[in-house]
């Protein structure tokens, strides 16, 4: 994968990692919902399991869109746009918490 080298690059991909994050969390959540009242009762035990694996890969999947909408740099100061310090987490800054740049410039 490369960098992007424009702002306007460095934004649609912003997008897309919040799509990709928005998509697995609720996405992923309403599947499991799902396949956990259906696949018990069609499939016993092994229906439960299925639905285990296909729970822990969804946590994973969550984790790997989470940390990649951490990691996104801002386009200017190339620091974690909504991260500081590592440990808070502001996902609707509307500027980079490091330089200040406003979202979308
Ligand atoms: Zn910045």
């Not at 069609?42 to 909408?69: S, Y």
Request: hydrophobic residues 55%; charged residues 15%; positive net charge.
């Amino acid at each position: 994968m490369t960098e992007p080298t424009t702002h306007a690059e460095s934004w649609r991909d912003y997008r897309a990692r919040w799509i990709w994050f928005l998509s697995v969390w609720a996405g992923g959540f309403a599947l499991l919902s799902m396949l956990m009242m259906i696949l018990p009762s069609l499939l016993g035990d092994a229906g439960v399991w299925i639905t285990v694996l296909i729970g822990v890969a969804w946590a994973l999947a969550f984790c790997v869109v989470m940390v990649r909408l951490l990691w996104f740099a801002c386009p200017r100061c190339r620091k974690p746009f909504s991260l500081l310090f590592y440990l808070i987490w502001w996902p609707l800054s509307g500027k980079c918490l490091h330089c200040g740049l406003p979202r979308g410039e």
